[in-house]
């Protein structure tokens, strides 16, 4: 696992990853986007349920995409989206009252999974100085409850969850988005982080010896 | 660790070969501008859609396929090319996407290939942002997956049904009555039960053998389907015992459910053999109460099932009322 100060900055990155992301999808949706800024915490996948219980309530049904990325960043990223009180994933690319068709929400909770992905690993990629690969979105359920998320395998692995809440123009949509990262891509994050955190340091203490000059 | 660099086309080390892999790899590849204007489409693109390189490269894709709605194309174009991210369309949703045919004679006719497409952002020798498109032909994988859900559908409809009256069988109607009575403990509904047997049969296979019982069976399947709704379910409890689940249904939907089952079965003609064989069935009722379980709700129905027989037969029995404590009955104080 990272250590504080590690993942205080990974959160940070994430911050700015999620920032920056926000105006393409508005560009791209013609729309006024929110992402509010990310919560980060961690959570053992067997208590994944439980602890989106406490978020979206015991009987939320949801849409569940999951996407896996690599090579530097790799791992696999679970988006878990409220599938219901009318926030339908096609909401936010045609008029909600339009009535999709079980196809239509499928491929839009796929591209939403897809963009939400990709706008926080690709901009966190970024952010570190790689680049990602992913795998095509996968809809491991769709409009089901809550309790049927599989967290049967590896059901002590550590997930990093992201939470944050996605808003277009009345539509409002509530997501998570758990990672699972490999062994090797821990290992990496947690070198590359402590490169940046050295770098930044190094800054700090050269911007502090010029303030003294000064 | 793999190094950060940006995909070109195709001016990179040894063209040659990267064109002859283009060009021979058993996947579509195309690569689009931000109008759909196609500025490379290799010789599977070629097989599949009946247009050459030659007559493809410089035209856009709604002149070559004008009768394809490509509104989803056009939107994932845009998307890579704002986002850089990679964007996908799945077989499994969109099917055909481009009207792109392959030889099948097994299976009949040429057909369309289901395609899965994968869109990246790549970017020509003069940093103009284009969009690669690759197609993979998931057709009988697709085809393959539909046959196997299909054949457990198959599987899952024998395990659930009685095979001679085609009603669930018992295990399956006992199951959903469990569900019901833990959903209404949840939503504060009612579930109400019919539990009901066919009148002399054992009479019946005596004088006219079983086969024509099977028939007497069958024919009792078919009227409670012509009067169940659709949200009732219907089972064979055992021999000659039916149950119905009645959902979201008090006392009196299922007093009245059960006269039209009566009823229903009453107006049941099985002839055999030159023989009119009359049918009759004696039905129990009972609601479900806090806290019942499948066995003590169906203990009261069949309770009421016998008070039926008792009556006479061929008629309906309510179960009997709850017994009320004498203080939440409002008895004088004394």
């Known amino acids: 696992m990272l250590s504080a100060e590690q993942s205080e900055y990974a959160a940070e990155l994430l911050n700015i990853a999620f920032g920056q992301a926000a105006a393409p999808l508005a560009a791209l949706m013609g729309r006024f986007v929110v992402l509010s800024p990310p919560q980060v915490s961690s959570v053992r996948r067997a208590q994944a349920v439980g602890w989106l219980e406490e978020r979206f309530g015991s009987a939320s049904h949801v849409h569940v995409v999951q996407q896996a990325f690599q090579p530097d960043l790799s791992g696999e990223a679970m988006l878990v989206m409220l599938a219901e009180r009318g926030a339908h994933a096609w909401g936010l690319f045609a008029d909600p009252d339009d009535g999709p068709s079980d196809a239509e929400e499928k491929d839009a909770a796929l591209e939403i999974g897809n963009l939400l992905v990709g706008a926080c690993i690709g901009r966190l990629a970024e952010?570190?100085?790689t680049s990602v690969r992913y795998t095509p979105p996968r809809l491991a359920l769709f409009d089901r409850p809550l309790q049927e998320l599989d967290v049967k395998r590896a059901p002590d692995a550590e997930l990093l969850v992201i939470h944050t809440r996605f808003s277009v123009e009345g539509t409002c949509f509530e997501s998570c988005l758990f990672l699972v990262l490999s062994q090797e891509s821990m290992g990496w994050l947690g070198q590359t982080l402590d490169r940046m955190?050295?770098?930044?340091?190094?800054?700090?203490?050269?911007?502090?010896?010029?303030?003294?000059?000064? | 660790m793999s190094e950060n660099r940006v995909a070109t086309v195709p001016e990179v080390d040894g063209p040659a070969l990267l064109a002859a892999v283009v060009e021979r790899v058993a996947v579509g590849i195309l690569v689009v501008d931000?109008?759909?204007?196609?500025?490379?489409?290799?010789?599977w693109m070629s097989d599949a859609s009946g247009f050459s390189t030659e007559r493809a490269v410089g035209q856009r894709l709604d002149e070559l396929f004008p009768d394809t709605p490509l509104q989803a194309v056009k939107r994932k174009v845009r998307q890579v090319l704002m986002i850089g991210n990679q964007a996908f369309f799945d077989a499994r949703i969109h099917g055909a996407l481009l009207p792109l045919r392959r030889s099948a004679p097994l299976q009949g006719d040429a057909i369309w290939i289901q395609q899965t497409c994968t869109l990246s952002r790549v970017e020509d020798a003069t940093g103009d942002q284009l969009v690669c498109i690759s197609i993979s032909d998931e057709t009988a994988a697709i085809q393959a997956e539909r046959e196997r859900h299909e054949a457990h559908e198959r599987l899952k409809k024998v395990a659930r049904t009685d095979s001679l009256t085609q009603l669930l069988n018992r295990p399956t109607i006992c199951s959903l009555l469990d569900d019901e009575?833990?959903?209404?403990?949840?939503?504060?509904?009612?579930?109400?039960v019919l539990l009901f047997d066919i009148d002399h049969f054992k009479q019946v296979n005596d004088t006219h053998g079983h086969l024509a019982g099977d028939a007497v069976l069958r024919a009792v399947g078919e009227a409670c389907a012509r009067v169940m709704r659709q949200t009732d379910q219907a089972g064979r409890?055992?021999?000659?015992?039916?149950?119905?689940?009645?959902?979201?249904?008090?006392?009196?939907?299922?007093?009245?459910?059960?006269e039209r089952v009566v009823q229903a079965i009453r107006d049941t003609v099985v002839e055999w053999q030159g023989d009119v064989i009359p049918v009759r069935a004696s039905v129990g009722v009972s609601t479900a109460r806090h806290?019942?379980?499948?066995e003590t709700l169906l203990a009261r129905a069949d309770a009421a099932l016998y008070a039926a027989k008792d009556a006479g037969r061929d008629c309906v029995r309510v179960e009997a009322p709850e017994a009320v404590a004498p203080d939440e009955a409002g008895s004088p104080a004394l």
Request: cysteine-free; glycine content about 12%.
């Open chain 2, 291 to 294: 806290g019942d379980t499948v």
């Open chain 1, 127 to 129: 952010q570190l100085g």
């Open chain 2, 181 to 192: 009575l833990q959903r209404d403990q949840r939503t504060g509904h009612d579930t109400s």
């Open chain 2, 237 to 258: 409890y055992g021999g000659e015992e039916f149950l119905i689940v009645l959902n979201d249904t008090a006392a009196p939907g299922a007093l009245n459910a059960a």
């Open chain 1, 197 to 214: 955190l050295d770098e930044l340091f190094a800054d700090d203490d050269s911007g502090a010896e010029m303030g003294m000059a000064l």
């Open chain 2, 34 to 43: 931000a109008r759909l204007r196609v500025r490379l489409w290799n010789q």
